[in-house]
């Protein structure tokens, strides 16, 4: 295990607050611009709304206690380090896979929605042409360095944001009521199945606000900066997301905004017309919103991978980190050829249940771990406590419940192979992963100091008795 511990500690700490913001907003922010509008046959504009505000509830209560845990446990692995602190290994790697089979997957969904609106433009390009190129690019920029990439999202979610503000305020006033809600009074479509249909979409409108703790060992002040850029994030989120889908269906309407593959443009293009000013810079500039998120998407599977090999649990290569960057480049290059693959084989719509399925897996362990450690270990040092304690991870808890079998009405077949992911997984980690692990990564380092003290406060019990 020597070679791993001279690459313990190597990332470079250059995240101030702003910085937080700027990529939890980002990482998001594609979320308005593709992927939410495919739920919406089903439910409708209020059920879709219905659903938007179940989801924002449970990332808000989520929030605020992954705020709590990121000031506790500071590492890279952040989900699969507070679940390895609070249930053991084996709940830590099946956090950990969640978590990367969110943002693997993540990835190639939103390449194919650049190729949407870069076909709104030039209908000529080809999407895999158009994915390839993003990765190819936004890989090249976070093996150069996590500051370099800040500056750069900093720069795009400004652009991003602006043009869905300019949005609002063209679309607002030429808002067709009808549209939102029909006079023949068939307000949602397809009633509770349709609400309950709609939220993976509705995720999607928030999906990866969660990856920030992920960079806590590259904050310069994670126990103060890690919760301001979490909430401030996901406040701004909520206010996106109902305006939104609210100017969006209620320009365009239902049938065109459930198949769009640009549904920003597209909306614009049905009020004002295919040729009007502002459904052509969101077609082409819109594109800054689903770029950002691309870039941060990519950060977000590469930390946890990264976080992952290091610790033993998948293979040590995913680890290498370049000398002179100090970023992990494997981490970085190989998940990439596999999203795009997943691009040329898969649809958005199917991808987002696998996506959304892996993420919920994560916050239902996420929410467990703020309880257990309160309980288990009330004495570690909380420098953010969460609001209303216990109620807001149980709320958050509840609804990830009620979500993670939402796939199960929008798509049976992807239900069973999100489980058939994770039952491989399993397998994976009893038979070899298990047996490599390695004590000298910080959350494992971390973990042990934990089973030294049960071990003192114990004393009767071997150690082997209150390990996992």
């Known amino acids: 295990m020597s070679s791993k511990k001279d690459e313990i500690i190597v990332l470079k700490k250059a995240l ?44 808000l209560t989520m929030t605020l206690g992954i705020s709590e845990l990121s000031t506790m446990l500071p590492y890279a692995g952040g989900p699969y380090s507070f679940a390895r ?25 939103i390449a194919i929605g650049i190729g949407g609106y870069i076909s709104f433009l030039f209908p000529t390009v080809p999407t895999v042409v158009a994915a390839a190129f993003m990765y190819a690019l936004f890989m090249g920029v976070h093996i150069i360095g996590i500051k370099e990439y800040a500056t750069i999202e900093m720069v795009l979610v400004f652009i991003a944001l602006g043009l869905l503000i300019l949005m609002y305020f063209v679309g607002l006033p030429q808002i067709n009521v009808a549209h939102l809600f029909p006079a023949d009074g068939d307000l949602i479509p397809g009633g509770f199945k349709g609400v309950w249909s709609a939220l993976p979409y509705a995720m999607w409108l928030f999906l990866a606000i969660e990856m920030l703790p992920m960079l806590s060992e590259e904050t310069r002040n994670v126990q103060k900066d890690m919760p301001k ?17 609210t100017v969006a269906i209620g ?12 549904p920003l443009p597209a909306a614009i293009a049905a009020a004002f017309g295919k040729t009007y000013w502002l459904a052509q810079i969101l077609a082409s500039v819109g594109l ?15 930390r946890q991978v990264y976080a992952l090999s290091r610790a033993g649990y998948l293979p040590s290569i995913l680890a290498k980190m370049h000398k002179k960057r100090q970023t992990p480049y ?19 719509d199917d991808l987002i249940l696998i996506s959304t399925f892996g993420a919920l897996v994560s916050y239902i362990t996420m929410n467990l771990s703020v309880i257990i450690l309160r309980k288990k270990e009330p004495n570690l040092p909380r420098a953010f406590k969460t609001p209303l304690y216990p109620l807001t991870p149980i709320v958050s808890l509840v609804l990830s419940i009620i979500a993670i079998f939402a796939s199960f009405f929008a798509n049976f077949t992807f239900f069973i192979v999100s489980l058939a992911v994770f039952a491989a997984a399993s397998i994976y980690y009893w038979v070899w992963a298990r ?19 049960l071990d003192q406060q114990v004393s009767a019990k071997p150690m082997e008795a209150i390990r996992e």
């Not at 439910?43 to 509830?57: N, Q, V």
């Not at 800054?288 to 590469?302: E, K, N, Q, T």
């Open 16 to 59: 101030t607050p702003i910085h937080l913001w700027t990529i939890g907003v980002g990482i998001v922010i594609s979320g308005n611009y593709f992927g939410w509008n495919f739920g919406l046959s089903q439910s409708g504009y209020l059920g879709m709304l219905i659903a938007t505000l179940f989801m924002a509830i449970m990332y």
């Open 85 to 109: 602190r609070a249930m053991g290994r084996y709940i830590g790697f099946i956090t950990g896979i969640g978590v990367v089979l969110q943002y693997v997957i993540a990835a190639p969904i």
């Open 229 to 245: 850029g979490l909430i401030s994030g996901m406040v701004t989120l909520l206010v996106l997301s109902i305006l939104t889908t």
């Open 251 to 262: 320009l365009a309407g239902i049938d065109v905004m459930a198949v769009a593959e640009d």
């Open 288 to 302: 800054v919103g689903l770029i950002a998120s691309f870039s941060g998407v990519i950060l977000a599977y590469s």
């Open 330 to 348: 494997m981490a970085i290059i190989l998940p990439g050829f596999i999203g795009l693959i997943l691009v040329i084989l898969f649809n958005p």
């Open 435 to 453: 047996h490599q692990i390695n004590e000298d990564a910080p959350e494992e380092r971390f973990a042990k100091e934990e089973m030294i003290q």
